[in-house]
């Protein structure tokens, strides 16, 4: 029997960059995929719908362009080809993968392919093949539950890995579920052009969110002419598309974005204790089992990146580095038009738990960056502890959010206050002086509103 020091189940963001943190300590480190490595988020989540959506905004722009002095563009003439679209698509996913391959392999991590088999607190399976290690991870990810979009001709489901590998799509879609892929990929396809309808059984399409950021949303889907059905199901068939209630929503496919479920691994000989069907984990990542630790989607945490910070932990640990995982330091990350970042407490948290707090609002409106990219919808929310201005969150709509909040974490991870944030230098013309100026408005000394 083969013996390591760590196996890896799930080369996932979560459990690649754990495998690689790994191979740079020395540990004799395996990694068991049963798919693809780079897991869902390579190879049919974070990267192929990010990479289509940025296809879908340029076409968007590519129509406007007459607004910037560009002539000679027909609004009419100009068509969108999923299908090359998709192929760019794929490139870039081979091309990630390879590189993920090439990096497990320069640090010494091992591949396995197969479906592993947990034995006990120290063995894996893999087909007829057994392996031993000092620790096992768990990095084995999620996907939405199938069969939640209600009693409906099973042909008309689309599942989202599959949405992304179609060679053509057409015109009229359903999306079941909330939560930022059902967002995410409302917004692609109507900037698109195509007809979408949301049915979600949330109230709230993004319920962790800020009010503000929520309401922003809703707002923006309405104008846009995304339909949602909030607290809904769908409750049956019909000829041309499906029913919630009472509405007729015309459809040719109804894509299945449903809460996520974990993926756990088949298990035998060992008792991992479960809450609401993710593994319960402490803040370094260990399971109720001595020598298997959790990380990624299968703890509840849905962000590649939480996975990735995840997983370093759980490596840092067993070598015997105690690094801990807070994750009220992880950015939320939404990738809609214009994008949705957010870290920290919400308004409504910090009000529930009595704190005394300064709010900073500044909208992109008139930011001069924002302006000259014709890209004004938006703002920065900054939150602060009244006594010593310790940012407790921050709030970001902009063109360019998912990159701006990284500003907003590295000051919370240093536990920096309002006049800290005031004290940095922001380039200009820059959409990230919005930070800047909502700190100040924080403070009760805005310079440009």
Same mark, same amino acid.
């Given at each position: 029997?083969?013996?390591?020091? $760590?196996?890896?189940?799930?080369?996932?963001?979560?459990?690649?960059?754990?495998?690689?943190?790994?191979?740079?300590? *020395?540990?004799?480190?395996?990694?068991?995929?049963?798919?693809?490595?780079?897991?869902?988020?390579?190879?049919?989540?974070?990267?192929?719908?990010?990479?289509?959506?940025?296809?879908?905004?340029?076409?968007?722009?590519?129509?406007?362009?007459?607004?910037?002095?560009?002539?000679?563009?027909?609004?009419?003439?100009?068509?969108?080809? !999923?299908?090359?679209?998709?192929?760019?698509?794929?490139?870039?996913?081979?091309?990630?993968?390879?590189?993920?391959?090439? $990096?497990?392999?320069?640090?010494?991590?091992?591949?396995?392919?197969?479906?592993?088999?947990?034995? *006990?607190?120290?063995?894996?399976?893999?087909?007829?093949?057994?392996?031993?290690?000092? #620790?096992?991870?768990?990095?084995?990810?999620?996907?939405?539950?199938? *069969? &939640?979009?209600?009693?409906?001709?099973?042909?008309?489901?689309?599942?989202?890995?599959?949405?992304?590998?179609?060679?053509?799509?057409?015109?009229?879609?359903?999306?079941?579920?909330?939560?930022?892929?059902?967002?995410?990929?409302?917004?692609?396809?109507?900037?698109? =052009?195509?007809?979408?309808?949301?049915?979600?059984?949330?109230?709230?399409?993004? !319920?962790?969110?800020?009010?503000?950021?929520? &309401?922003?949303?809703?707002? &923006?889907?309405?104008?846009?002419?995304?339909?949602?059905?909030?607290?809904?199901?769908?409750?049956?068939?019909?000829? =041309?598309? @499906?029913?919630?209630?009472?509405?007729?929503?015309?459809?040719?496919?109804?894509?299945?974005?449903?809460?996520?479920?974990?993926?756990?691994?088949?298990?035998?000989?060992?008792?991992?204790?479960?809450?609401?069907?993710?593994?319960?984990?402490?803040?370094?990542?260990?399971?109720?089992?001595?020598? @298997?630790?959790?990380?990624?989607?299968?703890?509840?945490?849905?962000?590649?990146?939480?996975?990735?910070?995840?997983?370093?932990?759980?490596? #840092?640990?067993?070598?015997?580095?105690?690094?801990?995982?807070?994750?009220? &330091?992880?950015?939320? #990350?939404?990738?809609?038009?214009?994008?949705?970042?957010? @870290?920290?407490?919400?308004?409504?948290?910090?009000?529930?738990?009595?704190?005394?707090?300064?709010?900073?609002?500044?909208?992109?409106?008139?930011?001069?960056?924002?302006?000259?990219?014709?890209?004004?919808?938006?703002?920065?929310?900054?939150?602060?502890?009244?006594?010593? *201005?310790? @940012?407790?969150?921050?709030?970001?709509?902009?063109?360019?959010?998912?990159?701006?909040?990284?500003?907003?974490?590295?000051?919370?991870?240093?536990?920096?206050?309002?006049?800290?944030?005031?004290?940095?230098?922001?380039?200009?013309?820059?959409?990230?002086?919005?930070?800047?100026?909502?700190?100040?408005?924080?403070?009760?000394?805005?310079?440009?509103?």
């Amino acid at each position: 029997m083969k013996e390591y020091d $760590l196996i890896i189940i799930g080369s996932g963001p979560a459990g690649y960059v754990a495998a690689l943190r790994a191979g740079q300590l *020395g540990l004799k480190t395996a990694v068991v995929e049963k798919a693809k490595i780079g897991g869902m988020c390579l190879n049919w989540g974070c990267i192929p719908s990010k990479t289509l959506i940025e296809s879908a905004k340029l076409f968007d722009r590519t129509l406007k362009a007459s607004t910037f002095g560009i002539d000679g563009i027909d609004p009419k003439a100009v068509t969108f080809n !999923w299908k090359k679209a998709v192929d760019r698509k794929n490139r870039i996913v081979t091309r990630l993968v390879k590189g993920v391959e090439f $990096l497990l392999k320069r640090n010494g991590v091992e591949t396995i392919s197969g479906e592993a088999l947990l034995v *006990g607190r120290n063995n894996v399976a893999v087909g007829a093949d057994e392996y031993s290690a000092k #620790n096992v991870i768990i990095a084995t990810g999620s996907r939405p539950e199938i *069969g &939640k979009c209600g009693p409906i001709d099973q042909s008309k489901v689309v599942e989202i890995d599959q949405l992304f590998d179609m060679s053509e799509i057409p015109e009229k879609f359903a999306i079941y579920g909330s939560g930022g892929t059902a967002c995410e990929t409302a917004v692609m396809l109507r900037l698109l =052009g195509k007809k979408v309808t949301i049915v979600s059984p949330q109230q709230s399409l993004l !319920w962790f969110l800020d009010s503000s950021l929520s &309401k922003f949303i809703s707002d &923006k889907f309405s104008k846009s002419g995304i339909k949602v059905y909030a607290q809904r199901e769908i409750t049956k068939d019909g000829e =041309g598309g @499906v029913f919630s209630d009472e509405d007729f929503i015309e459809c040719d496919k109804l894509i299945n974005c449903a809460d996520r479920k974990a993926v756990l691994p088949e298990r035998s000989g060992v008792d991992i204790e479960l809450v609401d069907g993710f593994f319960k984990v402490d803040e370094f990542m260990r399971t109720s089992a001595p020598s @298997v630790y959790a990380i990624g989607d299968v703890t509840g945490q849905m962000t590649a990146h939480a996975g990735s910070a995840q997983g370093a932990c759980a490596v #840092n640990h067993i070598a015997g580095a105690k690094t801990s995982f807070d994750p009220l &330091k992880i950015p939320i #990350n939404i990738y809609l038009d214009p994008e949705i970042a957010a @870290v920290g407490l919400t308004e409504e948290q910090i009000k529930a738990k009595g704190i005394e707090f300064k709010k900073g609002e500044f909208p992109l409106s008139v930011n001069s960056k924002a302006i000259t990219e014709g890209a004004t919808e938006g703002f920065v929310k900054v939150l602060a502890e009244s006594k010593y *201005g310790e @940012v407790l969150g921050v709030h970001i709509v902009a063109p360019n959010a998912t990159d701006m909040i990284a500003e907003a974490v590295a000051i919370m991870q240093l536990e920096g206050t309002l006049e800290d944030v005031g004290a940095v230098v922001h380039a200009h013309p820059t959409v990230s002086e919005t930070v800047l100026e909502a700190s100040f408005k924080a403070l009760d000394k805005p310079l440009h509103i």
